[in-house]
């Protein structure tokens, strides 16, 4: 493929129980970086452990990387690949203005989610091992309602908001070069970079929101990202930061 990046492998299956478990399991044994694609997933899921159904003909990917920095810092790869996920949006649809971008890990086209990202790692005793980064993308069809928490945003598919629909590979090879373009500005300039294109793009940026956690939620102005990728909320107490939460609009 004369459009792949240079450095990262490629592996495509028909069919796993989930790309992300699938492709930290190669990592053991398959050396460098590398994109892995199914065309079907059996038992997919998404943040906090929530059963995700994978529609024939939509997107299921993991992309294995091997970061040196300390967790929180490669973490931070969640914005880098929201923000190569809005470029890919951009350039197969040529509607860039239709999409967002939802803290922490979601793409919205035309208020709805779209796409969602989830990181894992394998690492253990605080030392990071392969980094995972799995990507779900609803290319020609969108979860029922029934399937979607309540209050969340509606889910809607790239095919049906915008008559655009790239084959599942096709996509990936949009979003490979797009993330290792970005990869290589991280790598090379930091976060700061990749924060300010993000929140240029960010969903609700000024308005009120809640960010929900297990505990507790707090309702207030969407504020900012700070420099280690958490949520800053303005409430009648002050400035808040969040760093892990379910958002709702």
């Known amino acids: 493929m004369t459009d792949w990046p240079d450095g990262y492998g490629r592996f495509v299956l028909a069919e ?8 930290l399991r190669m990592a053991a044994v398959t050396p460098g970086r590398f994109w892995l694609l199914a065309h079907r997933q059996t038992a997919a899921r998404g943040r ?22 300390p967790p929180g810092v490669a973490a931070l790869r969640s914005f880098v690949m929201s923000l190569a996920l809005w470029q890919t949006f951009a350039e197969v649809s040529g509607m860039p203005q239709a999409f967002a971008l939802k803290w922490p890990n979601d793409i ?9 990202i989830l990181l894992e790692s394998s690492g253990t005793g605080g030392r990071m091992g392969p980094l995972a980064i799995g990507v779900g993308v609803n290319l020609v069809a969108a979860p029922a309602w029934a399937e979607v928490e309540a209050g969340a945003v509606p889910p809607v598919s790239l095919a049906g908001e915008t008559g655009t629909q790239p084959g599942p590979e096709e996509f990936l090879a949009v979003l490979a070069r ?29 308005e009120v929101i ?20 958490n949520l800053i909320l303005r409430d009648a107490r002050g400035r808040h930061a969040i760093a892990a939460a379910d958002v709702f609009f």
């Not at 990917?61 to 040196?68: D, H, N, S």
């Not at 373009?181 to 300039?189: G, I, K, M, P, V």
Request: proline share 5%; hydrophobic share 40%.
């Open 16 to 23: 796993v129980g989930s790309t992300l478990d699938e492709a």
């Open 210 to 229: 809640k960010a929900r956690t297990a505990r507790d939620e707090t309702v207030g102005v969407f504020e900012d990202v700070d420099d280690a990728g």
């Open 108 to 116: 919205l086209l035309n208020g709805g989610k779209v796409a969602g």
């Open 48 to 69: 906090r452990g929530r059963p995700w159904r994978m529609a024939p003909g939509n997107f299921a990917a993991t992309l294995i990387l091997r970061p040196e920095e």
């Open 178 to 206: 797009r993330y290792a373009a970005l990869e290589e500005q991280f790598c090379c300039h930091g976060f700061a970079p990749i924060r300010r294109a993000w929140l240029s793009e960010a969903a609700r940026r000024g």
